[in-house]
């Protein structure tokens, strides 16, 4: 399945999942955008590597997001596929979550989300469809202990994809998204690895999550051959959730 023109937006895609997400997309023959928050040169090099663009922005920023948007689409060409990605994980008992913890959380990891599609939609329904991915979070389902800042936002993720795919599936923009569980990255191992450790222990498949599982179901839900998909949530955790 080589592509060719066609532009995609991976945000957060400096290291880890949004990383392997660009390259993934990039070796489909995607032109991409690989937005960085604050590592401009982890950014460029994966868009080197890719014949890609990067770009910067805070994703918590709409203006800036729309600003991202309007010029990766005047050097690259009109997105066909966004992959909200960025975010953070930091963990935090509830007496000890902020204000600043708590609205930082959901202007990045909701808003983050929120920000790309309302930016890209125009252009997708100008042009006949589109697709947009959203990373949530297996916590989101399972809930989870000193993270009620992050699973609350990621949770809302969720309700976001289905209800914004429900309003744009007449456009054929379609709307979905990805439930990592833990993967090895180096978000979750600047957590608490042994929670990483605990989960790779009881989920069924022997095989530690690395971010090319991630990527390769981004690509999936990006394609045609995922047409008559929208408004769901994958998870995609080893069978974790079913244990």
Partial sequence: MILKDKVALVTGASSGIGRATAERLGTLGYRVAVHYGTNAAAAQAVAASIDGLAFGCDVADPAAVEAMVRDAEAALGPIDVAVAN??????RALADVTDELWDRSLRVLLGGCFHLARAVVPGMRARGGGSIVCLASELALIGG???AHYVAAKAAVISLIENVAAELGPDRIRVVGIAPGVISTPLVHRGRPERYEKQFRHQPWPDRGEPDVIADVAAFL????????TGETIAVDGGFLRT
Avoid: L, M, N, Q
């Avoid at 960025?86 to 963990?91: D, L, M, R, S, V």
């Avoid at 990006?222 to 998909?229: G, K, T, V, W």
């Fill in 86 to 91: 960025a975010g953070f994980y930091e963990e």
């Fill in 145 to 147: 202990v000193g993270i």
């Fill in 222 to 229: 990006c394609s045609d051959e995922a047409r008559f998909i």
